[in-house]
């Protein structure tokens, strides 16, 4: 079993930045694939980014490409979603989660946070 735990959601401006982070518990943090999704109102759950056991590979949606960093501390069991020019529509409940296949986080992965809410609007 793994137990994950993210932070770091708020509301911001259109154009600000945010940091979400999250850890993971109840197996090697370094041999975990971590990754974001994300689920808007109305909407189904949809893949925001992800990363290899080491963070050598990372893998982002069109939509967040170029504006979204993915990145892990595998010394501090962390894991950080850096937010960039956000948008109204980047507006979600976002969750972490950690896959033991190393590898990514799919809409296959077993362990999930809870979720934080990340609100751009004026």
């Known amino acids: 079993q793994v137990q994950v735990i993210e932070s770091g959601g708020g509301l911001v401006q259109p154009g600000g930045s945010l940091r979400l982070s999250c850890t993971a518990s109840g197996r090697p943090f370094n041999r975990l694939a971590m990754g974001w999704f994300r689920q808007a109102p109305g909407k189904e759950r949809e893949f925001v980014a992800s990363?290899?056991?080491?963070?050598?590979?990372?893998y982002y949606s069109d939509s967040v490409k170029g504006r979204f960093t993915i990145s892990r501390d595998n010394t501090k069991n962390m894991a950080y979603l850096q937010m960039d020019n956000l948008r109204p529509e980047d507006t979600a409940i976002y969750y972490c989660?950690?896959?033991?296949?190393?590898?990514?986080?799919?809409?296959?992965?077993?362990?999930w946070g809870q979720g934080t809410q990340v609100t751009v609007s004026s």
């Open positions: 989660g950690a896959d033991p296949n190393g590898l990514a986080v799919t809409t296959q992965t077993e362990f």
């Open positions: 990363m290899t056991w080491s963070g050598g590979n990372t």
